[in-house]
């Protein structure tokens, strides 16, 4: 598997503000994906990253609040925009490894976020 | 669309039984099924999938997972549970008729092992 690594791992920031989260893969991946958990929840996808063209986002996600860049196929980022308390949650960065039908996601550490 | 529930919030168990965690699924073609679980403080790890093949998949950690095809569940197993595996498990599917790649998730389980 692709080692994932997130920075930063946690912030506090106002609202208002934006935050850029960054993701890591230590070898090229196929897809990159963010994913959010917010407090006591599950994951949601937020977006898939595609390298070298705009994001695919999904329904109640929108690229002016969450834009996200991927300008090669080991790095991404994610920026929460304009934050609010409600945005206060875990994002997760993922990875998706094809090798021979075994296909997998694996997941960075996750970037602890919290809006005051 | 691709669906996936957890029926327990939480599953408690006594060190040394057997656990299980369920899952059902609901997809309209043929799926891939996986469990992560989540340590406080960490990012998911993975722990088992089903693709193809034989219906009881063997993962890490001594975990077990069964696919049941007319029942549409997944649900994770251990023979003898650890306090080390109390920690908040979920289950996730991809429907792989779709082209759609990336996972839903569950609503997640959180599993207490009690000394």
């Known amino acids: 598997s692709a080692v994932i690594s997130q920075k930063p791992s946690r912030d506090i920031c106002q609202r208002g503000t934006s935050l850029t989260i960054q993701c890591q893969v230590d070898?090229?991946?196929?897809?990159m994906f963010w994913y959010r958990q917010q407090p006591g929840q599950s994951l949601t996808l937020i977006a898939t990253a595609n390298q070298g063209s705009e994001a695919t986002y999904e329904s109640g996600f929108v690229i002016d609040k969450f834009p996200i860049s991927r300008p090669n196929l080991t790095f991404s980022t994610l920026t929460v925009s304009n934050m609010s308390p409600e945005d206060s949650s875990i994002y997760l960065c993922s990875d998706f490894v094809a090798s021979g039908g075994a296909e997998t996601q694996y997941f960075g550490p996750g970037t602890r976020l919290l809006v005051l | 669309a691709q669906s996936v529930a957890q029926p327990e919030d939480q599953v408690n168990v006594a060190e040394g039984n057997p656990l299980t965690v369920k899952c059902t699924y609901s997809v309209s073609g043929n799926p891939y099924l996986f469990w992560y679980v989540q340590y406080p403080n960490r990012g998911l790890q993975f722990l088992l999938k089903y693709i193809t093949g034989d219906n009881l998949v063997k993962g890490s950690y001594g975990f077990e997972a069964e696919f049941n095809k007319s029942q549409t569940s997944f649900h994770l197993k251990k023979p003898s549970a650890l306090v080390s595996d109390s920690a908040l498990y979920f289950c996730a599917v991809r429907d792989i008729d779709t082209g759609r790649r990336a996972l839903t998730f569950g609503s997640g389980t959180r599993l207490q092992v009690q000394p």
């Open positions: 070898s090229q991946v196929t897809m």
